[in-house]
């Protein structure tokens, strides 16, 4: 197990990485339900709204594949797909 900057963790295997621990990414209401957001943007705008939307984003990677849990607001809420393959750095 590596250990990286702000305790983020890798199990050292690029070909079937588990990383730790979850990503949580939110932004508008997700993030803080108590001020304005690109929902009330929109509505208060609605002739000119902006290319923003409130999201949330919630996922483990483990055994190389992605884990999005049930509280992300995207299509992929509660599957569980292949990481995409990433170049690996050749060290020289
Ligand atoms: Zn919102």
Same mark, same amino acid.
């Given at each position: 197990?590596k250990t990286?900057?702000?305790? $983020?963790?890798?199990n050292?295997?690029?070909?079937?990485?588990t990383? !730790?621990p979850?990503?949580?990414? /939110?932004? @508008?209401? #997700? =993030?803080d @339900? &108590?001020?304005?957001?690109? %929902?009330?943007? !929109? =509505?208060? #705008? +609605?002739n000119d +709204?902006? *290319?923003? &939307? %409130?999201? =949330?984003?919630?996922s483990?990677v /483990?055994?190389?594949h992605i884990?999005?849990?049930s509280?992300c607001?995207? =299509?992929?809420? @509660?599957?569980?797909? *292949?990481? *995409?393959? $990433? +170049?690996? /750095?050749?060290?020289t």
């Amino acid at each position: 197990m590596k250990t990286g900057p702000g305790g $983020w963790s890798w199990n050292g295997d690029a070909e079937r990485p588990t990383f !730790n621990p979850s990503v949580l990414i /939110r932004s @508008g209401h #997700h =993030a803080d @339900g &108590k001020h304005s957001c690109w %929902c009330t943007y !929109n =509505a208060e #705008h +609605p002739n000119d +709204p902006a *290319p923003f &939307k %409130c999201f =949330a984003c919630h996922s483990f990677v /483990r055994d190389g594949h992605i884990q999005f849990l049930s509280d992300c607001t995207h =299509a992929l809420a @509660g599957q569980t797909v *292949p990481l *995409p393959p $990433w +170049p690996v /750095r050749e060290e020289t």
